[in-house]
């Protein structure tokens, strides 16, 4: 994952590291940050926080601009958070608190998802998921709970081997749906959603970007789209099949190869994808809309024709040119440099305004922020080039450091991050001046980097805890 980086203004970003979200990243360049998006909801879902933050300032009797005086006071107020007992008005809403999550406490799943099959039933109004999965106890003969993740899902069905289960068979909570008595071996567990894309404006999950459908789930936006184990340990070959009104939703895309697509009644059509390589649930992804494409072909190192598109409205395509030459330059590249040619025989960019981060490098349907693919000489500067090179680079280089070769949890989000950058480093490097490259990297680390390393907002590379995995991803 890439983000645009624009300097820091927000005092709301600055709180927030105070409320105990241990960092915060740079500001996202499409969107406000989620306290500006929807004001109640943040003030709803981190009441909590905010009471105790309120309480502590009440007890010392400071106001905020006091606190950045010295470094002192900041080290008092940020312990005092963390160590604070809840106030009664949390206990009260416990059940909507974010957790805190230790690295200390990491446990190997009690189950592994072997194959999963996903069919989406895109509307205008609701789409339907329905998930079927083959799930492997860790331990054979062993029966402890499964737990599944989930937020902000209509629960419709759950069945397991068949059987529907009944209310007492399982346990539904805000953010878990709880499988009591899974069967000892291998079980086949089939889960019906509810969700409400069109009312999604969190960027996360599935939702619509100026009328089409898309996902966002690194680091942990797949609990919205159905209940599943959404941690980066839990690797499956996926099977999708979207089905989609074909007059609004002409492209139906996901990960990996389209094995099949045809019209159904009432005007719809479907597609069926595959992707054969086993993935963490962060990479998957789904685009659905009115959009054209670039083509192009790569011939891999071993002869294999690799198709790759640049998906974006009609009218944005003739300003794809350079995203197209930067892809192909960055899979010679990684060909010649790092001997690791592409895996696939189809290569998806898909290009949406409305993206929180940068760019995502889901498996083989990469997803960009407009301004990161688009590029016409008569608007973009030399900068934007380069940048639109070293991001293009950036998220298919992931497609072997981060993708196939993952995560065990997100307290090691740094070694693909790290990894993956220093690549892109390097093929800009290679690609441009490589004294040039390395002064811009040098200057962004001291402008960005540096102040934040030094303020309030700064944490190790790998943390000991988080409560919200997204306040990691920094410059
Ligand atoms: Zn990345």
Redesign the pocket.
């Known amino acids: ?2 983000r645009l980086i624009l300097p820091c203004k927000s005092s709301c970003l600055a709180k927030t590291s105070l409320l105990g979200f241990i960092s915060s990243a740079p500001l996202r360049a499409t969107s406000k940050p989620r306290c500006l998006q929807n004001p109640v909801r943040y003030i709803s879902k981190h009441r909590g926080f905010i009471s105790s933050e309120v309480t502590f300032r009440r007890k010392y009797k400071f106001s905020y601009p006091a606190l950045y005086r010295d470094k002192q006071d900041r080290r008092r107020l940020i312990c005092a958070v963390a160590t604070d007992p809840l106030p009664k008005q949390v206990e009260e809403s416990k059940m909507d608190t974010p957790k805190e999550i230790f690295l200390k406490d990491y446990k190997l799943p009690d189950y592994y998802f072997d194959s999963v099959g996903f069919t989406f039933l895109l509307g205008e109004e609701k789409t339907i998921v329905s998930s079927k999965i083959t799930v492997l106890p860790r331990v054979e003969g062993s029966s402890s709970p499964l737990v599944l993740d989930g937020a902000d899902l209509k629960l419709l069905s759950v069945k397991v081997n068949g059987e529907e289960l009944k209310n007492g068979d399982y346990h539904l909570e805000s953010r878990h749906l709880t499988i009591l008595s899974p069967p000892s071996g291998k079980f086949t567990l089939e889960i019906v959603t509810e969700i409400y894309p069109h009312k999604n404006t969190s960027l996360e999950g599935l939702y619509k970007s100026s009328g089409n459908f898309c996902t966002q789930c690194e680091a942990e936006g797949f609990r919205k789209i159905t209940y599943y184990q959404d941690r980066p340990d839990i690797m499956s070959k996926y099977t999708v099949r979207i089905e989609a009104d074909k007059s609004l939703y002409p492209v139906l895309l996901s990960n990996g190869n389209l094995l099949e697509q045809g019209d159904l009644e009432g005007g719809k059509h479907y597609v069926l994808w595959e992707d054969p390589f086993k993935k963490p649930c962060y990479l998957f992804a789904l685009v659905a809309g009115q959009l054209e494409s670039r083509d192009d072909v790569f011939v891999t190192r071993s002869g294999r024709n690799v198709s790759l598109r640049i998906w974006t409205p009609a009218q944005d395509v003739p300003k794809t040119a350079h995203a197209m030459y930067s892809l192909k330059a960055a899979m010679k590249w990684d060909e010649d440099v790092f001997g690791l040619e592409y895996d696939l025989d189809l290569f998806n960019i898909v290009a949406v305004p409305d993206f929180n981060m940068g760019a995502m ?1 889901n498996k083989s349907l990469n997803i960009f922020n407009s301004k990161l693919v688009l590029a016409s000489p008569e608007t973009a500067s030399d900068a934007d080039y380069a940048a639109i090179l070293g991001v293009i680079g ?2 298919y280089f ?1 497609n072997w450091t ?1 993708n196939r070769v993952t995560c065990r949890d997100w307290f090691q989000l740094s070694l ?2 790290g990894l ?2 220093f690549r892109d480093q390097e093929f800009s490097s290679d690609m441009g001046s490589r004294t040039v490259k390395r002064i811009s990297d040098v200057s962004r680390l001291r402008i960005s980097q540096f102040p934040q390393d030094a303020g309030p907002m700064a944490h190790p590379v790998r943390p000991h805890s988080y409560i919200k995995m997204d306040n990691f991803y920094t410059g």
Do not use: L, P, Q
Request: glycine share 10%; charged share 35%; hydrophobic share 25%.
């Open positions: 994952m890439a490098e950036h998220e992931h981060g693909k991050e993956t950058v």
